[in-house]
């Protein structure tokens, strides 16, 4: 097992990973750029180092500067927890190159399944359901009417190197084509440094449904069930759920049998998600793997009673999976709600200042992974998530009720936060009802 493992990350999952480090006994080393210096996951490590700078691209994006970090801490291995590097295939190398252990998946697998048009050749291959739609790159406009004519509008347009919602385009019509290629080029470009798009068919009213799966590095497969993740704002995720009031037993092992097909084929290890979209008669096609921990991963451990970073450490440092897919039994209904600081009446505006009140609801029922304390500053170089509040009930009902009196409790003053916005989603009918769809934020609150 390693005896020191550097977090490459900041906030709230840069906390979460310490704790765990800690209960396993494992010291951490936390990395910090100039304005984070005071920051909680920096306090809660064992050891911290300055990389300098303040934007993303000057710290936590900068490989050689963190590469250089774990040299000079002589840490074993590497979590890159989320966003940042945690999908990026040269950092992964780099980390293997210089001899230290990188806490995921091999980087081979990173580069093929990050890459969305090679991700769906290869999902194909796996006998994976995907979306109908020609996995050609769009070179012009006349390539994208051929295209778009011979699936049938609607459609939409994607970068293959995209996520976040960033390089894709809705389009209805024909008229709306050229405009919406234009655009999804030039945003591909400036958000990836890569203008490759693709068409497919548009899945209209989806559910989003992703299944969350863990490999060793001997062949050794299992999943946790699905996560319901179809409250999104701008293809941004705002509030999640375990398991799904949508999802039966026959879809789940469906979609999760294919991922664990997918996930063989490309030589997975690590924690992993494959994401799908799934139609109102519960056809469902593959959208993406992300090969990385997600941000909503504690509703599944909430459902499942583990850690799944501690498995991805375990994984990363050889040891076999000690439980097999019999062993797994999901209890209760878990929501997460993501906090952000952010005006919800202004266009979400980010909200930044100091934090001069924040207490926390508590509760036997209740988790909140955050990366702040009252007097914290929330800075305008990185994203303005606050916390993640997550609550577990028995049944789905008293998980909303319990998500509305936790958010009630929630004090944070100094910033705007979407609080009232979530409590406004937890308390609608139609959302308690489960009648929603990715389009529901659109719908009910533009």
Known sequence: MFSKILIANRGEIA??????AKKMGIKTVAIHSEVDINSTHVMLADESLNIGGSTSKESYLDINKIIEAIKKTNADAVHPGYGFLSENRIFAEEVENIGKTFIGPPFEAISIMGDKIQSKIIAKKANVSVIPGNLDTIKNLEDAKKESKGIGFPVIIKASAGGGGKGMRVVYNENELEQACKSAISEAKSSFGDERVFIEKYIQNPRHIEIQILGDKFGNYIHLGERE????????????EAPS??????????????????SKLVGYFSAGTVEFVVDNSKNFYFLEMNTRLQVEHPVTELITNLDIVELMIKIAAN???SIKQSDISFKGTAIEARIYAEDSKRNFLPSIGRLTRYIEPVGKNIRLDSGVVEGSEISMYYDPMISKLCVHTETREKSLDLMTMALDRYLIKGVSTNKDFLANIIQNKFFRKSDFSTNFISEFYS
């Open 15 to 20: 906390c979460r990973i310490i704790k765990t």
């Open 319 to 321: 040891e076999k999976l």
């Open 229 to 240: 993740c179809s409250i999104q704002r701008r293809h941004q995720k705002v509030i999640e």
């Open 245 to 262: 009031s949508f999802v039966d037993n026959k879809l789940r092992e469906a979609m999760a049998e294919q991922s664990i097909n997918l």
